[in-house]
């Protein structure tokens, strides 16, 4: 049933786009025209590779580097964290005090297998540590007060942080089911805006991206943060 | 300014292929539907409250960028090349998803996707105690579309929605009216109501947003938790990768897409961008001009299965339901373009006063008004009066972060429904049309309504309008109307037929 499908619905498309026989594509509005190059996008021969390699978004004239650099970067990642109501602290070189004051109320945290053990040493608590063939169950997340991560990217003009699944950031469900989320981002990691955080991911991670912690407008479109996420994300930006 | 009233040459293929079904065909035609909730005081209030908040933040947001215009030029590229490399664009993505794991099923139209959906959940999710099975939701339009709950809902399948706005509205067993906001046109005293009356274990509560999303948040907690199976829509699927997208505020979305064993997304055949970079783009330019946001709290993107994190088990539905109809249209296949931001509601005229279920269609609003004609036809079913439902104003096309030219598509449909529904005898729906006294009868506010047309030309001299009295004042303190035309859009078209006959005739 469903190749019989993939097949007819391929072929609606071909004839929904005036092609005929052997795949042609006749044009009949040419608005594929990419804005900036005064190319025509459609493909020659209706292959992939000639559609991939048509100037698409890349080469329009958008900007692909932001303004921002140094502390001025910092201080407006730390400008848009502060408006999506994240709290946000400083460390420089070892946030192992930061994090242990955050912490400190609960009586165990889950961490990701890669974090930093030495970053948890004045924390005097269970610590859970969360690895491959030894996750936690989703009961025992939900058992913990809070999780510490790093994350992959931030990008400062959206206060977007990027977690990426790697052995420092987890696994996605690590940092969902507990409340507190504590996150940490390096100095080097902020990038200023979209195209710049975007080209330093790999699409195959799976990849989570937070901006403040979980909010809904859906009541009379008045915000309340904290609906099914983690209701708390505490920000440590780390200089190195 | 393009004189609207000239329609665009109707086009000379006239595709037969299917059109879709489900949620998407007028059950009333669009002047009588709105001629109920223009009364309904409440749902006018809120929805005029929600529109132009949501239109501020927006305004602000997009502000902040300077290179706003070459984003939209770039997505609406984007998105062309898409449409135009469909095919190819399609095969790669399947076989990217599929490499990484993932299962992809194809459904032709509603029925064949709704039965794809409940064979996966039959397969996937234990029967309860109760003899019925469970599945937890994302807010999918994809899925209202094919009316997929009301499908589970019979087959034994109870699916619920975990967004807090679809929640209240399935809780309510009421309908969407605004597809970023569903529940907009409920008041808080309302949703305490309907929780403390469909939630079992909620108590007592305020009617404080606070404590009703603190009740919410309590219910699906544990459905979350131990719930086998979740269905999602998709906002993008990148070709060059087998990405999946979703983009989401409550935290709902990353629970369904991470803790079940098994997910089932259903996604339009239209919803694919050819690379990931292309999310440059497109993650600029729909939470602006979806919630007015910078970004929205959280996007989650996953490619097939990841080992050992998230769902093992991951199928998508990609959904035709009469998109290559669409797709067929050469002067309406942009529509196709839409990724599903909401803007164009928030400003039309219309949309505020009539409100979403006026349009009965999931897609409501100027796009809804093309959309849904699109994927059906104007001929075959119902959904002749939605492209009339505008006042051609082009505040939707302005905000469009794709750049749809919605105001043009619907002209066109205009024609294409006179063609099909109008001539030689008067229809049901023309008679509807004039009973239309809502718009057309308030000079005011529709003063180029088309019977009043040859008489205000007159009164106006062909000149430019440039004030209006009254409530329409507002109006016209920020746009002039142009000069009215001496003939009305039918009595053109049906100029136009003639003199297309005269001249086949002649030839
Ligand atoms: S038509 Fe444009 S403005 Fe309207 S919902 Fe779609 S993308 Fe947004």
Redesign the interface.
């Known amino acids: ?2 190749d019989t ?2 097949e ?3 072929a ?7 092609r005929r026989g052997g ?1 042609e ?1 006749v ?3 040419p ?5 900036g190059t005064g190319g025509t ?3 020659e021969s ?3 590779a000639s ?2 390699t ?1 100037a ?3 080469d ?5 580097e932001g303004t921002h650099t140094g502390e001025s970067l910092i201080e407006l990642l730390i400008d ?1 964290l502060v408006d ?1 109501k994240a709290n946000i602290h400083r460390a420089d070189g070892d946030p192992s005090a930061t994090i242990a004051e955050l912490i400190g109320g609960h009586s165990s945290v889950v961490v990701p297998r890669g974090l930093d053990s030495s970053w948890l040493a004045g924390y005097s608590g269970g610590v859970r540590v969360d690895a ?1 063939g030894e ?1 936690l169950s ?2 025992e997340l ?1 058992a913990q007060g809070a999780v510490v991560t790093a994350s992959a990217v931030a ?1 400062a ?4 942080i990027v977690l990426d ?1 790697s052995d420092e950031c987890g ?3 690590i940092t ?2 507990p409340d507190h989320h504590v996150c940490i981002v390096r100095t080097d990691d902020i990038v200023d805006i ?2 710049e ?3 330093r ?1 790999d ?20 915000r ?1 943060e ?5 209701r708390t994300l505490d920000v440590i930006i780390l200089s190195s | 300014m393009t004189f609207l009233g000239m329609p665009l040459l109707p086009s000379k293929r006239r595709s037969d292929l299917p059109g879709g079904q489900g949620n998407i065909i007028e059950a009333e035609a669009f002047p009588e539907a709105s001629h109920e909730h223009l009364s309904n005081q409440q749902l006018r209030n809120n929805i005029g409250h929600a529109t132009s908040t949501i239109r501020s933040k927006r305004a602000e947001v997009v502000s902040e960028l300077d290179d706003w215009e070459a984003l939209r030029d770039a997505g609406e590229a984007t998105k062309n090349e898409v449409m135009a490399n469909l095919p190819e664009y399609l095969a790669q993505f399947e076989e990217a998803f599929t490499a990484a794991g993932g299962i992809i099923h194809w459904a032709r139209d509603a029925d064949e996707a709704n039965a794809i959906v409940t064979e996966l959940i039959e397969d996937n999710a234990p029967m309860l105690e109760t003899g019925r099975r469970e599945v937890i939701k994302v807010k999918s339009m994809a899925t209202q579309e094919i009316g997929l709950n009301e499908h589970l809902e019979a087959e034994g399948i109870d699916a619920f929605e975990t967004d807090l706005a679809e929640l209240i509205v399935q809780l309510g067993e009421d309908k969407p009216s605004h597809i970023l906001v569903p529940a907009i046109h409920r008041n808080r005293d309302e949703i305490r109501e309907i929780f403390m009356d469909k939630m079992p274990d909620a108590g007592e509560l305020t009617n404080e947003p606070a404590v009703l999303a603190e009740a919410a948040r309590r219910h699906l907690r544990h459905k979350f938790l131990t719930t086998k199976v979740a269905i999602s829509g998709a906002n993008f699927g990148i070709a060059e990768t087998g990405t999946l997208g979703v983009v989401e505020s409550e935290g709902n979305g990353r629970m369904c897409l991470t803790l079940p064993e098994t997910l089932i997304t259903v996604m339009g055949i239209e919803k694919l961008l050819p690379k990931f970079a292309d999310l440059e783009v497109f993650l600029q330019l729909l939470p602006r001009s979806s919630t007015g946001e910078r970004m929205n709290p959280y996007t989650s993107f996953w490619t097939g299965k990841s080992e050992g994190d998230g769902p093992q088990n991951v199928h998508l539905v990609l959904l035709d339901n009469g998109r290559t109809r669409a797709l067929a249209d050469e002067h309406g296949r942009t529509a196709l373009n839409c990724i599903r931001c909401s803007a164009c509601m928030n400003v039309c005229p219309v949309y505020e006063r009539t409100g979403g279920h006026a349009y009965g269609s999931t897609y409501p609003g100027p796009i809804g008004a093309i959309l849904s004609p699109l994927l059906t036809g104007v001929q075959e079913q119902g959904n002749g009066s939605l492209p009339y439902a505008s006042s051609l104003c082009g505040a939707c096309y302005d905000v469009c972060p794709v750049k749809i030219n919605i105001p043009e598509i619907l002209v066109h449909l205009r024609g294409e429904d006179v063609k099909a529904n109008h001539s030689p005898v008067s229809s049901q729906l023309d008679t509807a049309l004039t009973g239309a006294s809502w718009m057309m009868g308030d000079g005011k506010r529709m003063a180029a309504a088309e019977r009043g047309l040859p008489l205000a030309h007159k009164v106006t001299s062909g000149e430019q309008i440039n004030a209006l009295p009254g409530i329409a004042s507002a109006w016209t303190s920020s746009r002039d109307i142009p000069a009215l035309p001496e003939k009305s859009f039918r009595q053109l078209w049906a100029e136009e037929e003639a003199n297309d006959r005269d001249e086949e005739g002649q030839r």
């Open positions: 049933m469903t499908a993939r007819e619905i391929l609606r498309i071909s004839e929904a786009l005036g795949g594509y044009s009949s509005s608005r594929t025209a990419v804005p996008a459609h493909a209706g292959g992939v559609a991939n048509a698409t978004a890349a329009a004239g958008y900007h692909h848009r999506y491959p996750e989703v009961d939900d990008i003009q959206t206060g977007t699944g696994r996605r469900a969902l089911v979209v195209p955080g975007i080209s991911l699409a195959h991670a799976p990849l989570t991206f937070i901006s403040g912690p979980s909010a809904t407008s859906d009541i009379e479109l008045s309340v904290g609906v099914h996420g983690p």
